[in-house]
């Protein structure tokens, strides 16, 4: 047994994918509790297909695949922004403002980088679209893991608030919560933790670590606070397991974890039906 | 059995008939626990409040009613300072609402919060002391969450999963919740809407143990009309955000006012429907 995590370990791309895996896993849950929670599951696709019109974006200005991250987090942010302005000021769910602005996000994307030249840098769409843990660069993976931690420290520091607010808005304000500015923070932390991601795991892929630990972990957690450490231990630990298991079986690392989640998911609702 | 209701009066008569009631005032020697002077509150340049003024002493229990759309909502949120006024003043035990405000205990419409959240009572609770959720709860605050809910009667409710309580239970978490920072002004907004016959009765009732109490001060809106005859004190009634009565339930539940006030819920009889849905 020893060797199943051991060996792989010997590799310094095993190493570096094990750190990315573990801190994208473990932002994207503690995230997506208050996500789900929101009833905004789609957010985490809607911005990852923002991220991909915003990298679209910095490509068609030049920029290699790295640096177009860059041009890619404010122009997310801006898409959560504005996701946020809609849900606040008009009657639409956010399912309909995500819709909107993913489809509006993603069109931008593929006009983009459809307005590039043969003469242009080439580019990898499918590792773009997919993401690939493995092969994740060192400098790549000092960022990954910077914001992680940065987004973790802060959501952990406004859990108590932003968990009042999402449990019910205007009791949250009676009680001095700053509301809007929470919400409001709550997205474009999203979309910043969505554009690193997606540097690891793909645009097609993140939104399954943002919504199935934590929809896992609401199935059996009776508190908010226990739902929060569940889902961030259910995403480490299928993270980490599958990352393991697609070294052993040669399968796509990011989707062998999101089915390790899945499977996590379909036991607690199980559980969850049982305990009834 | 059928209830007659009288057709609804046009706005002008209704104002003339609450006009010519007699209309008895608080004594001025009193204790004020409320002050709204000359409020008038505009929301992206439509006038909702419009001069208003009137003041609520220690001890009463005041049923502030009015049609749809009257303003009661926006005054209520203008006194707990989620909403700016425009000019006049409000003031909670004598300081402004930016301070007055933690004198305040709000009970809001069922309906409000996210039924779907992993809460249980306790949590609710502690959260109004902290003025934030609870990850983690101290042995001192459950304890005072359970004495809170031991006051009406809900104490096996401590525990017990929000989503799956009765509407009944529900306002009675909440209204644990509003007393357990020690109000001196409870505000109830619809706190029958969505509740069941028996719910509402056991409502009305601990609501009327609050209408005897000489110390809380407390401000009902409801359609209810059974809520406010066993409860009100004094009524204020509004209209297109104008105070139109401000009287004892007896002068405005007399045989004129009766009629405006049947023709009032005659009005809003299919709201109050939707709400009670």
Same mark, same amino acid.
């Given at each position: 047994?020893?060797?199943?995590?051991?060996?792989p370990?010997?590799?310094?791309?095993m190493?570096?994918?094990l750190?990315?895996?573990l801190a994208?896993?473990?932002?994207?849950?503690?995230i997506?509790?208050?996500?789900v929670?929101?009833?905004?599951?789609?957010?985490?696709?809607?911005?990852?297909?923002?991220?991909?019109?915003g990298?679209?974006?910095?490509?068609?200005l030049?920029?290699?695949?790295?640096?177009a991250?860059w041009i890619?987090?404010?122009?997310?942010?801006?898409v959560?922004?504005?996701i946020?302005?809609?849900?606040?000021r008009?009657s639409?769910?956010?399912?309909?403002?995500?819709?909107?602005?993913?489809s509006?996000?993603?069109?931008?994307g593929?006009?983009?980088?459809?307005l590039?030249?043969?003469?242009?840098r080439?580019?990898?769409?499918?590792s773009?679209?997919?993401?690939?843990? +493995?092969?994740? /660069?060192?400098?790549?993976?000092? %960022? !990954? @893991? &910077? *914001?992680?931690?940065?987004?973790l420290v $802060?959501?952990v520091a406004?859990?108590?608030?932003?968990?009042?607010?999402?449990?019910?808005?205007?009791?949250?304000?009676i009680?001095?919560?700053?509301?809007?500015?929470?919400?409001? +923070?709550?997205? /474009?932390?999203?979309?910043?933790? %969505? !554009? @690193? &991601? *997606?540097?690891?795991?793909?645009?097609? $892929?993140?939104?399954s670590?943002v919504?199935?630990?934590a929809?896992?972990?609401?199935?059996?957690?009776?508190?908010?606070?226990?739902a929060?450490?569940?889902?961030?231990?259910?995403?480490?630990l299928? /993270?980490?397991?599958?990352?393991?298991v697609s070294?052993?079986?040669?399968?796509?690392?990011?989707a062998?974890?999101i089915?390790?989640h899945?499977?996590?998911?379909a036991?607690?609702?199980a559980?969850?039906?049982?305990?009834? | 059995m059928?209830?007659?209701?009288?057709?609804?009066?046009?706005?002008?008569?209704?104002?003339?008939?609450?006009?010519?009631l007699?209309?008895?005032?608080?004594?001025?020697?009193?204790?004020?626990?409320?002050?709204?002077e000359?409020?008038?509150?505009?929301?992206r340049?439509?006038?909702?409040i419009?001069?208003?003024s009137f003041?609520v002493?220690?001890?009463?229990?005041?049923?502030?009613?009015?049609?749809?759309?009257?303003?009661?909502?926006?005054?209520?949120?203008?006194?707990m300072?989620?909403?700016?006024?425009?000019?006049?003043?409000?003031?909670?035990?004598?300081?402004?609402?930016?301070?007055?405000?933690?004198?305040?205990?709000?009970v809001?419409?069922?309906?409000?919060?996210?039924?779907?959240?992993?809460?249980?009572?306790v949590?609710?609770?502690?959260?109004?002391?902290?003025?934030?959720?609870?990850?983690?709860?101290?042995?001192d605050?459950?304890?005072?969450?359970?004495?809170?809910?031991?006051?009406?009667?809900?104490?096996?409710?401590l525990?017990?999963?929000l989503?799956?309580?009765?509407?009944?239970?529900?306002?009675r978490?909440?209204?644990a919740?509003?007393?357990?920072?020690?109000?001196?002004?409870l505000?109830?907004?619809?706190?029958?809407?969505?509740?069941?016959?028996?719910?509402?009765?056991?409502l009305?009732?601990?609501?009327?143990?609050?209408?005897?109490?000489?110390?809380?001060?407390?401000?009902?809106?409801t359609?209810?009309?059974?809520?406010?005859?066993?409860t009100?004190?004094?009524?204020v009634?509004?209209?297109?955000?104008q105070?139109?009565?401000w009287?004892l339930?007896?002068?405005?539940?007399?045989?004129?006012?009766?009629?405006?006030l049947?023709?009032?819920?005659?009005?809003?009889?299919h709201?109050?429907?939707?709400?009670?849905?």
């Amino acid at each position: 047994m020893i060797h199943f995590f051991a060996d792989p370990l010997h590799f310094a791309f095993m190493q570096r994918a094990l750190v990315a895996g573990l801190a994208v896993a473990a932002v994207c849950a503690v995230i997506g509790v208050f996500i789900v929670q929101r009833g905004l599951a789609f957010l985490g696709d809607g911005l990852a297909h923002a991220a991909f019109g915003g990298i679209a974006i910095g490509l068609f200005l030049g920029a290699s695949v790295e640096h177009a991250v860059w041009i890619a987090i404010p122009f997310t942010a801006a898409v959560a922004l504005g996701i946020g302005f809609v849900l606040r000021r008009t009657s639409l769910r956010g399912d309909v403002a995500t819709g909107v602005f993913f489809s509006f996000s993603f069109a931008l994307g593929v006009l983009f980088l459809g307005l590039r030249t043969a003469s242009d840098r080439q580019i990898d769409v499918e590792s773009l679209l997919f993401g690939n843990m +493995l092969a994740v /660069a060192p400098e790549v993976l000092e %960022v !990954v @893991v &910077a *914001v992680a931690v940065l987004a973790l420290v $802060l959501t952990v520091a406004l859990w108590s608030r932003l968990a009042y607010a999402i449990f019910d808005p205007e009791l949250a304000a009676i009680s001095g919560v700053p509301v809007a500015v929470l919400e409001y +923070l709550l997205l /474009a932390e999203t979309a910043v933790v %969505v !554009v @690193v &991601a *997606v540097k690891t795991v793909g645009v097609v $892929l993140v939104s399954s670590f943002v919504v199935i630990p934590a929809a896992t972990a609401r199935l059996v957690g009776s508190t908010l606070a226990r739902a929060t450490a569940l889902a961030l231990a259910i995403g480490m630990l299928g /993270a980490a397991v599958g990352l393991f298991v697609s070294f052993h079986l040669d399968t796509p690392t990011a989707a062998t974890i999101i089915l390790i989640h899945c499977a996590g998911f379909a036991t607690a609702l199980a559980w969850s039906r049982l305990r009834r | 059995m059928t209830t007659t209701v009288p057709p609804p009066m046009k706005s002008l008569e209704r104002r003339n008939s609450a006009r010519a009631l007699g209309q008895t005032r608080p004594d001025p020697a009193m204790a004020h626990v409320l002050d709204v002077e000359h409020v008038k509150i505009a929301i992206r340049g439509r006038t909702i409040i419009d001069g208003m003024s009137f003041w609520v002493p220690k001890g009463e229990f005041v049923c502030l009613c009015g049609p749809n759309g009257a303003g009661k909502s926006t005054l209520l949120k203008a006194i707990m300072g989620l909403v700016p006024i425009t000019s006049g003043r409000i003031t909670i035990r004598g300081e402004e609402v930016a301070a007055g405000h933690r004198h305040v205990g709000y009970v809001p419409q069922r309906k409000g919060f996210d039924r779907d959240f992993p809460a249980r009572a306790v949590d609710l609770i502690v959260a109004a002391l902290r003025g934030k959720w609870p990850a983690h709860i101290r042995d001192d605050e459950r304890e005072h969450a359970r004495r809170a809910l031991a006051k009406i009667g809900g104490e096996r409710l401590l525990d017990k999963p929000l989503a799956g309580l009765s509407g009944g239970e529900t306002q009675r978490v909440f209204l644990a919740r509003a007393l357990i920072t020690e109000p001196s002004l409870l505000i109830f907004d619809e706190p029958t809407a969505g509740v069941d016959a028996r719910g509402r009765a056991e409502l009305i009732e601990l609501m009327m143990q609050i209408s005897r109490s000489d110390e809380l001060a407390a401000i009902l809106v409801t359609h209810n009309l059974a809520a406010v005859a066993a409860t009100a004190e004094r009524i204020v009634y509004i209209e297109a955000g104008q105070l139109l009565c401000w009287g004892l339930p007896e002068e405005l539940l007399g045989q004129r006012s009766l009629t405006a006030l049947a023709a009032f819920q005659a009005t809003d009889h299919h709201a109050a429907a939707a709400d009670e849905e």
